[in-house]
C-alpha cells in the first residue's frame, strides 16, 4: 500500500514540473548518446597496445576471408590466410595518441584496433583529416602460443601430380635460363671480339664516333643486367665483365679515408683470363697526394653468385628502407691493404653513369640475415664514395712509370 502511494506521489510530481523536465531529459539523452558514440570510438594505445599485439593474433573478416594478423616482438609482422604467410614486413605504433599500427612491407598501411576489441580500422595517411578509415569486424583473438600449436597441425597436402607439374615447370625454367645464358655468352664474346678487330685498326674521326655511339648503347641496357631494388640499380657479375674486361679502370676516391683535398686514386687493370674465385689478381696502383705505390699481383676480392666451386655463398642485396626485401644475382668487391677496407659494389645512377658505392655487411641476428646466403644491404642515398674512369688503352699506366723512372714522382713497389 505504501508503494503504491509513493508511485501515486511521484507521479503527480512528474506530471506538474513535467515542462521543464522533457527539457532536461532530452539534453541528458543526447549526451548520453554522445557519451556512448565516444566510448565506441576509443582505441587501444600506447603500452597497453603494445602488450596486448604481441601477447595475441587477431583474426579479422577481410571481406569474406578470414586474415591473422600476427605481430613479433622483434617489429616484424606476418598476416596468415588459411595457414600460410600471405604478407610480411615490419611494424612500429605511430600517432600523437601511439594508438596507431604502421604497417611497412606489403604495403605502408595504418591500423586501430577499438577498445571493445569488436572491430580495427584500416587508414593510408594519418595527417589527412579526410582520410577514409575500412572498419573490419574481429572474428577472434587467440594467444601466440595457442596459434602457432593451430599452425602445427596444419599438416599441408599437395597431391603428387600437382608436385610433378611444379618439377617440370621448374626443369623447364632452368632449362630456358641456362639457354638464355649460353646464347647471351655467345653475344658477349662476338661483341668483345669486334671490339678486338676495332682496337687494332686506325682510329678514324669516323671510328670515334662510333665509339661514342657504343657507349651510349652499353648505358641503355635492359635491367637483365641489373640487380633492382626500390631506388636503386646494380650491375651484375656478367655488366661487369661486358663493360670493364680488358680496360683500365681508375678510381676516384670521395670520401674518407681518401677525400678531394687528397686527391686519393686507384688504378687497376681487368683482366678476366686473370680471375681466380673470388680473386682477380692485377696490377695495382694508388696514391694520396703525391707518392705512388705500385702493387704487383694483388689480388681485388670480387664475391659473386652464383658460384662454380662452391666456396662463396649467394650474394643478395637487401634494400636500405624495406629490409627484408633482398635480391640474389649480387656483386660484391673488396678494396684491402690500401686504406680503404670496406665493401663496395657498382651503381648505375639515374644520370647513366656507374660509381662504387659502399654496402654494409649484413649480420647474423638481423632481419635480413640468413645461414645459406652471403648478404649485404645497400647504404641511405647510395652515396658514391668512389668515382670510375675507363680507359681502353694503357697510356695512363705508361705515364705512371714514366714519371717514376724520371724521378719526378716518388714510387714505392711492393710484391703481393
Not at 4 to 33: C, E, H, R, W, Y
Not at 179 to 208: F, I, P, S
Not at 309 to 320: E, M
Request: glycine share 6%.
Amino acid at each position: 500500500m505504501k508503494k503504491l502511494l509513493g508511485i501515486l506521489v511521484l507521479g503527480l510530481i512528474l506530471f506538474v514540473v513535467q515542462p521543464a523536465n522533457v527539457l532536461k531529459a532530452d539534453l541528458a539523452s543526447d549526451i548520453l548518446k554522445k557519451t556512448q558514440e565516444l566510448a565506441e570510438k576509443q582505441k587501444i594505445k600506447g603500452k597497453k597496445l603494445n602488450e596486448f599485439i604481441t601477447n595475441n593474433v587477431i583474426t579479422v573478416d577481410y571481406e569474406g576471408e578470414e586474415r591473422s594478423y600476427k605481430f613479433n616482438t622483434d617489429i616484424t609482422y606476418e598476416v596468415y590466410v588459411g595457414g600460410k604467410i600471405a604478407e610480411e614486413g615490419t611494424w612500429a605504433i605511430k600517432g600523437l595518441t601511439m594508438s596507431s599500427i604502421k604497417l611497412t612491407g606489403h604495403q605502408d598501411i595504418y591500423i586501430q584496433i577499438y577498445k571493445n576489441k569488436e572491430r580495427i580500422s584500416s587508414l593510408t595517411n594519418l595527417k589527412k583529416k579526410n582520410d577514409s578509415q575500412t572498419n573490419r569486424k574481429i572474428l577472434k583473438i587467440s594467444s601466440s602460443s595457442n596459434f602457432e600449436k593451430q599452425l602445427a597441425q596444419i599438416e599441408p597436402e599437395e597431391p603428387k601430380a600437382l608436385k610433378q607439374k611444379k618439377k617440370e615447370e621448374k626443369q623447364k625454367t632452368l632449362e630456358q635460363k641456362k639457354k638464355e645464358l649460353e646464347e647471351r655468352k655467345q653475344r658477349l664474346a662476338e661483341k668483345r671480339k669486334a671490339l678486338e678487330q676495332k682496337k687494332e685498326k686506325k682510329q678514324t674521326n669516323e671510328q670515334k664516333e662510333e665509339k661514342k655511339q657504343i657507349s651510349k648503347q652499353k648505358k641503355k641496357r635492359t635491367s637483365e643486367q641489373f640487380v633492382a631494388l626500390q631506388n636503386s640499380k646494380y650491375i651484375t657479375f656478367d655488366e661487369f665483365k661486358y663493360l670493364f674486361d680488358g680496360n683500365i679502370i681508375e678510381l676516384n676516391f670521395l670520401s674518407p679515408p681518401f677525400n678531394n683535398s687528397t686527391k686519393g686514386r686507384g688504378i687497376f687493370k681487368v683482366d678476366m683470363s686473370k680471375y681466380k674465385n673470388p680473386d682477380l689478381y692485377t696490377d695495382f696502383y694508388w696514391t694520396v697526394g703525391n707518392d705512388w705505390h705500385f702493387i704487383e699481383g694483388y689480388p681485388v676480392p670480387i664475391f659473386v653468385e652464383p658460384t662454380h666451386d662452391g666456396k662463396v655463398k649467394k650474394v643478395y642485396l637487401c634494400d636500405n628502407v624495406l629490409k627484408m626485401v633482398c635480391v640474389p644475382g649480387g656483386m660484391v668487391l673488396l678494396f684491402h691493404q690500401i686504406g680503404y677496407d670496406e665493401y663496395v659494389t657498382i651503381l648505375y645512377t639515374k644520370q647513366g653513369e656507374y660509381v662504387f658505392t659502399p654496402v654494409a655487411e649484413v649480420l647474423r641476428g638481423d632481419i635480413s640475415y640468413s645461414d645459406n646466403r652471403s648478404t649485404f644491404r645497400s647504404q641511405e642515398y647510395d652515396k658514391p664514395y668512389i668515382g670510375i674512369t675507363t680507359h681502353l688503352d694503357n697510356k695512363i699506366v705508361d705515364k705512371i712509370e714514366n714519371a717514376c723512372k724520371t724521378g719526378s714522382k716518388k714510387c714505392e713497389r711492393i710484391k703481393w
